[in-house]
């Protein structure tokens, strides 16, 4: 019943779920299931589309629209503050939403995992977000995110060198679709 509520709850986001999908009747791979839920009722090129992976085991501490769009601003950083006319806006190509600087080790791999303190640029948010909640009955100058970092994740190790993360990594859509495709011809 939780999955119903939460699904009810944000019912304009396409859920994979993996089980009970009578509606595809071939390939049951997670990418098929994916790349399914990604082109199914969608234009193919949603350019300005984002894919956020969430497992059952995910916590949030915060509210997912406010998660989504820190996600958006780090996404199109360029595009948003810059007026960039690139589609996808810069050079950031994931929203890692459960790394912050506070994460020092890699629980997995039960391995210290610091943070690349030396390759980590601030990049603020707040003229963006004070946009996007504007007419909403919130303080922004009390945005607990005023904004993201971004690193260089080849010059890192352990829990910052993921190259895709399916525990809470953003995507544009557009990315997703052509990792996908990429993954069909290999």
């Avoid at 997995?108 to 995992?113: F, I, L, W, Y």
């Avoid at 980590?120 to 996007?132: D, E, G, P």
Wanted: with cysteine.
């Amino acid at each position: 019943r939780g999955y119903e509520k939460v699904m009810h709850e944000y019912d304009r986001i396409h859920y994979l779920i993996e089980e009970g999908c009578d509606h595809v009747d071939e390939d049951k791979s997670f990418s098929f299931l994916l790349e399914h839920a990604l082109t199914v009722g969608t234009c193919e090129k949603e350019d300005n589309g984002v894919v956020m992976f969430l497992t059952d085991d995910c916590l949030l501490l915060e509210p997912l629209g406010d998660i989504l769009a820190c996600a958006v601003g780090a996404l199109r950083y360029g595009q948003i503050m810059h007026g960039s006319n690139s589609s996808r806006g810069g050079h950031v190509f994931n929203f890692l939403s459960r790394l912050h600087p506070g994460i020092s080790w890699c629980q997995t791999r039960g391995v210290a995992s610091p943070p690349p303190r030396d390759e980590m640029k601030f990049h603020s948010l707040t003229r963006y977000l004070r946009q996007i909640y504007e007419g909403e009955d919130r303080d922004t100058t009390q945005c607990i995110h005023g904004g993201v970092y971004s690193y260089n994740r080849n010059q890192c190790s352990g829990e910052w060198a993921y190259h895709f993360d399916l525990s809470g990594g953003a995507y544009c859509h557009c990315d997703v679709i052509a990792l996908l495709r990429n993954m069909k011809t290999e």
